[in-house]
């Protein structure tokens, strides 16, 4: 069985979808509306940039779902694969709403306008350098735990990704994770300050789960027969009420992606196909487990040799 992974905030690129584009009518068409839809030529920053146009946060948001949801379109339409035989759909942070537009649980409009509020709200959440985001590598869940429940009355700092085994990343105040920093040292735990715009996945996104929340319960979600893996919870979602809630509390917490993997191979998925920009979650998959099968969508020829 194999289940279909959209990547997150990170996996952008210049020119990304751009074979597509240029060989597809549907995929300019698919282009074009998202320009409407914004208001701007989300289109020209991503087939052109500038870099730093694409890296901000509320322009990278809706422009990795449209890349994502353009390759998931174009399989539909030049392949004769099923996707929606997937056993489940999941996606990375962002991915989330790219897999559950793809799943049939949100059209592509309100789905890429979410995601342009939720880059913004995220974005402006905190004073510019006021957080900040620190990956650690190499460790244990348990032992980041350990070492962030014995200092929770020194310095508040959340697990932002639970990505893979080795790979975690970490979210607070920038005077915060400087103490944390401090401690890492002194017990060899390898860590690297990342190259973010603001603290994501922890309680300094309050404001934008206000935000959200607000946004989330005026739109209208489909019912659908595709089944969704959660961030939040690493399991199945059971159904719209439940996804709305889940998707205002995935802005504060932490991305639960190696319990959700684990969770899928557990259930009989043995293929994972990413679809969307980059390799970044076919490698944490890998990191979990070398033994299921990987396929990474990014181009035609990646679609032409997809077999399920």
């Avoid at 040292?185 to 973010?196: A, E, F, G, H, T």
Wanted: hydrophobic share 40%; aromatic share 6%; with cysteine.
């Amino acid at each position: 069985m194999f289940s279909v992974i959209f990547p997150g905030q990170g996996s952008q690129s210049i020119g990304m979808t751009k074979e597509l584009y240029d060989n597809f009518t549907y995929i300019k068409d698919l282009f074009k509306q998202a320009d409407d839809e914004l208001g701007y030529y989300i289109s020209k920053i991503i087939l052109e940039g500038p870099k730093e146009d694409l890296d901000l946060t509320e322009n990278t948001q809706p422009a990795i779902f449209l890349a994502s949801y353009s390759i998931f379109e174009m399989i539909k339409k030049e392949k004769d694969i099923k996707l929606e035989n997937a056993k489940y759909f999941a996606g990375h942070s962002l991915g989330e709403y790219s897999a559950l537009s793809s799943a049939g649980y949100l059209n592509f409009s309100d789905t890429i306008k979410l995601l342009r509020l939720r880059g913004s709200a995220m974005q402006n959440a905190v004073s510019e350098g006021e957080g900040g985001m620190l990956a650690i590598l190499g460790s244990q869940i348990k032992i980041i735990e350990e070492i962030l429940e014995k200092n929770k009355d020194n310095f508040n700092v959340q697990i932002a990704n639970d990505n893979s085994e080795g790979q975690i990343v970490l979210s607070g105040r920038k005077k915060d994770l400087i103490e944390l920093t401090d401690i890492l040292k002194s017990k060899k735990i390898k860590n690297i300050k990342l190259p973010v715009s603001a603290p994501f996945h922890c309680k300094l996104m309050s404001k934008a789960t206000l935000i959200m929340k607000e946004q989330i319960e005026k739109t209208n979600f489909e019912d659908s027969n595709m089944r969704l893996i959660s961030n939040v919870t690493a399991n199945e979602i059971s159904n719209k009420e439940e996804l709305k809630k889940l998707l205002v509390d995935q802005i504060e917490n932490r991305v639960r992606w190696r319990e959700s993997i684990i969770n899928m191979i557990n259930n009989d998925v043995n293929h994972f196909i990413e679809i969307g920009p980059g390799k970044v979650l076919s490698g944490l998959v890998k990191r979990i487990n070398k033994d299921v099968k990987i396929d990474t969508i990014n181009d035609e020829s990646d679609i032409n040799n997809l077999r399920i």
